[in-house]
C-alpha cells in the first residue's frame, strides 16, 4: 500500500472545504494510505515534507499553488520520494507544464494511476538564500507584477489578477541595462523582463516561449525582453511567444537568447526578482540547473 503525505494551503485561490475529501477519497479507493496536514505559515510545507521523508512516505501530494509546491519540492530534491500535483492556486504553472488536470478529483487520479517522471530543477541563490524553481526564475516586469497582485485579487479572480496589474503597470516600464553571465561567457543587454526557464510554457498551455526547452534535458534557457514604451514591450513579449512557437533560434528585435548550465545576473539598478511566481528580493542573482534531482507523477 502506498504511503502518502497530503498538504492542503488553506489560503490557496481555488481551495474549498469539500475539495480536499474528494482529493483524499480518489486516493484511498485507489488504495493510498493518506495522512493529511495543513499549513499555517510559510514553511510549513517544507517542514512537513522533510519530516515525511523521514518517516518512510511513498509520495507527497501538494494541493496548493506554486509557492506550496516549491516548498515541498526543495525538500524532495536528491530523494526517491515522488511529488505529487493537486492544482489549487493561482498559476499552477508546474502543474500545467507536466499537464496535470486543473480539476482536483482528475488530477489525483493521474497521481494514482500515473508514471514516476524524474525531472531537472533550478537552483537560484539570492541575497544568500537559495531557492529551488520548477518553472522559471527571473527579474524585472514579471516580478514587479506578482509585488504588486495582491493575494485577495488572486483569489477572487485567478490570473486575471496578475493581468490587470500587468495594464495597470505597463505604461511605467522601462529597460535596465544588465549583464548576464552565461556559463561564465558576459551577455550585454538593455532589458525590461529576465527569464532563466526550466519548462517552456509561461501560461500553460496557451503562452510557449520555445519549444526546445525541456525539464529534462539539463539546461535552462535564457529570455531578456527590451521594452521602452508599452507599444515595445507588448511587441517584444508578442514576438518572444511567436518565435517560439515557429521554432526559430536567431535573436529577435527587443528579444536575446541563451542557453547553459550556470547564470549569473546582474543590473545597473536594482530589479526586483521572483522564482515561480513569488516575489523574492533583487538583483544580482546566480541560477543554475540541477538535472534530474525531482521524482514527479504524471500521465
Aim: hydrophobic share 40%; glycine share 12%; charged share 20%.
Amino acid at each position: 500500500m502506498a504511503r502518502a503525505l497530503f498538504i492542503i494551503n488553506p489560503l490557496a485561490a481555488r481551495t474549498n472545504e469539500r475539495t480536499p475529501g474528494r482529493v483524499i477519497r480518489a486516493l484511498t479507493l485507489a488504495g493510498w494510505q493518506v495522512d493529511l496536514v495543513t499549513t499555517a505559515k510559510p514553511d510549513d510545507a517544507r517542514s512537513f515534507t522533510e519530516d515525511a521523508v523521514r518517516g518512510g512516505v511513498d509520495t507527497v501530494v501538494v494541493f496548493g499553488g506554486d509557492g506550496t509546491t516549491m516548498q515541498a519540492a526543495s525538500a524532495l530534491i536528491g530523494t526517491e520520494v515522488a511529488l505529487g500535483l493537486v492544482p489549487g492556486g493561482t498559476g499552477n504553472l508546474l502543474a500545467g507544464n507536466l499537464r496535470i488536470p486543473g480539476n482536483p478529483v482528475q488530477a489525483a487520479r493521474v497521481l494514482t494511476a500515473g508514471r514516476r517522471r524524474v525531472i531537472d530543477m533550478g537552483r537560484m541563490e539570492e541575497g544568500g538564500r537559495v531557492h529551488y524553481f520548477g518553472v522559471t526564475c527571473g527579474a524585472g516586469a514579471d516580478a514587479w507584477v506578482m509585488g504588486e497582485t495582491a493575494a485577495h485579487h488572486k483569489r477572487r479572480w485567478g490570473i486575471g489578477a496578475y493581468l490587470a496589474t500587468t495594464a495597470r503597470l505597463l505604461p511605467r516600464l522601462r529597460n535596465t541595462h544588465c549583464t548576464v553571465w552565461v556559463d561564465g561567457e558576459p551577455l550585454q543587454t538593455d532589458a525590461v523582463l529576465l527569464l532563466i526557464l526550466n519548462c517552456g510554457e509561461m501560461i500553460p498551455p496557451l503562452v510557449r516561449v520555445r519549444p526546445e526547452i525541456s525539464p529534462e534535458d539539463g539546461l535552462l534557457d535564457f529570455v531578456a525582453v527590451a521594452a521602452d514604451s508599452p507599444w515595445e514591450g507588448m511587441r517584444g513579449l508578442l514576438r518572444a511567444v511567436v518565435d517560439g512557437y515557429r521554432k526559430q533560434v536567431s535573436g529577435v528585435p527587443y528579444v536575446r537568447y541563451a542557453r547553459g548550465k550556470h547564470f549569473r545576473v546582474e543590473s545597473a539598478e536594482p530589479m526586483p526578482a521572483q522564482f515561480d511566481g513569488d516575489p523574492v528580493g533583487h538583483t544580482p542573482f546566480t541560477a543554475e540547473v540541477v538535472p534530474r534531482a525531482l521524482t514527479v507523477l504524471t500521465k
